[in-house]
């Protein structure tokens, strides 16, 4: 098969924008498409930033992020990707959302390109049926953030093809990544594990146990996270975290992944953590600041 020299990249928001970092950095050729125009600007920005920043810390060089931000090319339209190698969707953990974009870029992809997409949670298999060539898609799964979290879960779907699997995880490797192999079962393997504990900590504090600050303080010196579950959620997004654990809710017909009636209530009123200045902790001040 051929190498991956060109990847397109569909969404341009936290995950799409790390991801196309990641593969500039490691030097092919980046499309970056998103219906918002202002969305890929912005993306530009955010990744000049992060590039900036491994420059101080000595991990690249002035060239190195001259060429990696010369490598990621604007795309207006989603049918320019059918072009590209290797072509991941990394839009909203919604199901009907991806399966509009995979059916819109069913016709204009070229033979041999590979499909794949960041779903934190959705079938690969269903995901693969609507983009016309199951045995080429697979799931590609990068932990937030991108740039620098080292695992990507791979998911092969049921069609998808052994050499196929193989050529995407040599890719993985070769960018510095480590990759974990999870079957195509609702939320995979870190999602499966991690979210659940969010929904349970939510819980937690929806029953009055303890309030955030104490949850996440006990959390982080008690179990030695780095970062409490309810600051994780946030910093996730709230309305992510809901979506996950309603795929594991319908999926696994069990009631143990019943979402917490509180994160519900969150995602209700637009507190959806970091991104919308609210969650968990209110982060509009100088510092963030618990709300409840």
Not at 139 to 162: S, Y
Not at 244 to 253: K, R
Request: proline share 5%.
């Amino acid at each position: 098969m051929q190498d991956v020299k060109t990847v397109g990249v569909i969404g341009a928001g936290q995950m799409g924008n790390g991801i196309a970092h990641v593969f500039a950095l490691s030097g092919r050729e980046v499309g970056l498409y998103d219906l918002k125009p202002e969305a890929i600007q912005a993306a530009l920005a955010v990744i000049d930033r992060n590039l900036e920043r491994q420059l101080r810390k000595g991990s690249i060089s002035e060239a190195d992020k001259a060429a990696a931000l010369a490598r990621i090319r604007p795309v207006s339209a989603l049918s320019e990707l059918g072009a590209m190698d290797l072509v991941i969707e990394a839009a909203s953990e919604v199901e009907a959302v991806k399966n509009r974009i995979f059916e819109e870029l069913r016709p204009h992809v070229k033979e041999n390109a590979i499909l794949a997409s960041n779903t934190s949670s959705i079938s690969i298999t269903r995901l693969g049926a609507v983009s016309g060539h199951p045995e080429r898609f697979m799931g590609v799964h990068f932990m937030n953030p991108p740039p620098v979290m080292k695992l990507v879960e791979l998911i092969r779907g049921i069609g998808t093809d052994e050499a196929v699997f193989n050529q995407i995880r040599d890719l993985i490797v070769s960018i510095g990544k480590v990759p974990a192999l999870a079957e195509d079962f609702p939320a995979f393997i870190v999602n499966r594990l991690l979210i659940p504990m969010i929904n349970e900590a939510v819980y937690t504090l929806y029953e009055r146990v303890g309030g955030v600050e104490s949850i996440d303080t006990a959390m982080k010196f008690g179990a030695n996270h780095p970062m409490g579950p309810l600051e994780l959620a946030d910093f996730i997004g709230l309305d992510t975290c809901l979506a996950i654990m309603n795929v594991l809710y319908e999926g696994l017909s069990d009631s143990k992944y019943r979402p917490c009636p509180l994160l519900v209530k969150y995602v209700e009123a637009g507190w959806l953590g970091r991104k919308a200045g609210r969650g968990f902790y209110d982060y509009r001040g100088e510092k963030p600041v618990p709300t409840r």
